[in-house]
């Protein structure tokens, strides 16, 4: 077997550059999401302007920002940081904590993705990485 036959093929297009893209589009719900419960705040915690309030307020900047860091090598790293101190807010507000352990799970799932489309690049199995028959 040569080694160009067991290199893969190069991609025209980068499948990680529409994988960040989801990444950032789950971002944009989850600051949607968050931003829903802040009527629940308003009515049930004393309003918006409390701990609370700001809190949902800091979490929907944070994510935000963080869309435009997706690219960076520890956009990952921050997004499950950011999913922890999502989930411990359950003690200050019990909506917040489970909008975080749902969407925790989503991460997961996105992550299990990753690494398998990581997987699949490195073996040359992806559709793009196929040669044409003519």
């Known amino acids: 077997m040569t080694e160009a036959a067991s290199t893969p093929a190069p991609l025209k297009k980068d499948p990680m550059k529409a994988f960040r893209g989801i990444m950032a589009g789950t971002l944009i719900l989850e600051v949607i999401v968050v931003a829903l419960a802040l009527p629940v705040i308003a009515k049930l ?3 918006v302007g409390t701990l609370v ?4 307020f800091g979490f929907i900047a944070v994510f935000i920002a ?3 860091f997706v690219r ?3 956009a ?8 922890v101190l999502l989930i411990a807010t359950w003690f200050l507000l019990p909506a917040l904590g489970v ?3 749902i969407f925790g799970l989503v991460w997961a799932y996105l992550l299990w993705l990753r690494k ?7 073996e040359g ?3 793009a990485q196929q040669q044409q028959q003519s």
Do not use: Q
């Open 99 to 101: 909008i975080g352990v």
């Open 76 to 83: 990952i790293a921050a997004v499950v940081a950011l999913h």
């Open 53 to 56: 309030g700001w809190t949902a």
């Open 72 to 74: 960076r090598p520890w």
């Open 125 to 127: 199995r992806l559709p």
């Open 45 to 47: 915690h004393g309003g």
């Open 66 to 68: 963080m869309c435009a």
């Open 116 to 122: 398998d489309l990581l997987k699949r690049m490195a």
